[in-house]
């Protein structure tokens, strides 16, 4: 059974109960591996690993340690157990792991490079890497720009906040460029007018720029989407469920990866800032620390950036990972 952090359903519990051995056939083994797995989430795969480490060490294998100091291999009854936190093979080099460390939001460097187990959230971008990105020689929208854009929008009413975030894509750098971010804020008591507000900017982008599609939530939306085709605009739906989730988790290996520049907008930065990386079984999703955080710039951003990345340079968003040198170079 590989990687059985990520059961964490009844269902799945269940199938497992199918794999017990069998005491009347010789070497009946069920075998796991797997990450260390999740905080609250990785419940059924934390029991087996601690049902192990509430036996014994393993007196022959007592030579071998976890990497902290403590036996790696563990034995309860029939249980047996190696647990390990240090890197073993050649290839984890100390460049190829600071790489990693750059890449991965912290609890994941920890449960990949680490095996120990993590918090389900993380910052999804440090105010370091997001400065990082600012290409001071990259425009924003001007009167005439040929660039070809694809916008995002991510509404909201009484409480949260409407976004509205351009990408570019740029073939000869390859990477997702951010042109451009408008964030309207409603004020206490008196709830944003998408009709005055959203749906007119998204209509005027459209005329007086290359935008070639606008990728949009259709919660909160369905009315705004309909005025703006009225008027022309091609507006796309772009569900919330897994295709957000690979929207979310493209974006962070872009910020972490180098495969984003941005114009240093003061609103976007502050989103992306506020938005967690909340770890599930398929993948990051941009989420709240706060109940009073706003981080609907950041999910503007994470579906244009997929649109540009997608629809202008026909390809996922781009990282630029590290080379593994188990491959040899």
Known sequence: VDEPWGIVHESGVRLMTEFSPVPTRPFSTVFFTGYAGFEGQSAYWHSLIDTALAGEPVPEL?????GDGRPACWRNG??????????????????????????????EYLRVWENRRARSADAFCTPERWDSLFDPA???LREGDERALVLAADAGTKFDCSALVGCAWNEARQRVEALFCRIWQPRPGEPLRLTETL?????????????????????????????CRRAGVRMTE?????????????LHQ????????????????????????????????????????????????????????????????PVRAAPNMFFGG
């Open 62 to 66: 007592r030579r071998l340690d976890d």
């Open 78 to 107: 029939r249980f047996f157990a190696y647990v390990d936190h240090a890197p073993r093979f050649a290839w984890h080099t100390p460049e190829y792991l600071a790489e990693q460390r750059r890449v991965l939001t912290p609890s």
């Open 199 to 227: 749906g007119p900017e998204i209509v005027r982008l459209w005329r007086a720029y290359r935008v070639v599609n606008v990728l949009f939530d259709p919660y909160q939306m369905a009315a705004i989407a309909e005025m």
């Open 138 to 140: 990259l425009d924003g």
């Open 238 to 250: 772009f569900p919330q469920t897994s295709q957000r989730t690979q929207a979310d988790t493209r």
């Open 254 to 317: 872009a910020l972490w990866g180098g495969g984003l520049a941005h114009t240093g907008d003061r609103l976007l930065r502050e989103h992306v800032l506020h938005a967690q990386a909340h770890a599930g079984d398929r993948g990051l999703r941009i989420s709240k620390g706060l109940s009073s955080a706003h981080v609907d710039g950041a999910v503007a951003l994470s579906m244009a950036a997929w649109g540009a990345a997608a629809q202008l340079g026909g390809r996922a968003l």
